[in-house]
Nanobody, 114 residues
């Protein structure tokens, strides 16, 4: 069983920064890709960033502003979000694929006020 717990969301003014954390537990390995997704009001859940043994990838809308990183010793993945915009407002979810199964956290709300 894999569990993911996100933290670090909140209310921030436009131009500000937040760092999200996702702690993973269970049978996971550093080779398992982990990612952040987000779902804004009335929108579908979209990929924000992913990190794997092959490197990192970002949605075009966050390139240059967000950075995904991982601490394998702590089984934790981070999302540093800078220069936040109102359109970044969403529930942010952590996700991991283990042995073909995708797991999700419960999400953390990020609200950017303009």
């Amino acid at each position: 069983q894999v569990q993911l717990v996100e933290s670090g969301g909140g209310l921030v003014q436009a131009g500000g920064s937040l760092r999200l954390s996702c702690a993973a537990s269970g049978s996971i390995f550093s080779s398992n890709a982990m990612g952040w997704y987000r779902q804004g009001p009335g929108n579908e859940r979209d990929l924000v960033a992913v990190i794997s043994s092959l490197g990192t990838n970002y949605a075009d809308s966050v390139k240059g502003r967000f950075t995904i990183s991982r601490d394998n010793a702590k089984n934790t993945v981070y999302l540093q979000m800078n220069s936040l915009k109102s359109e970044d407002t969403a529930v942010y979810y952590c996700s991991i694929v283990v042995r073909g199964l995708r797991y999700w956290g419960r999400g953390t709300q990020v609200t950017v006020s303009s």
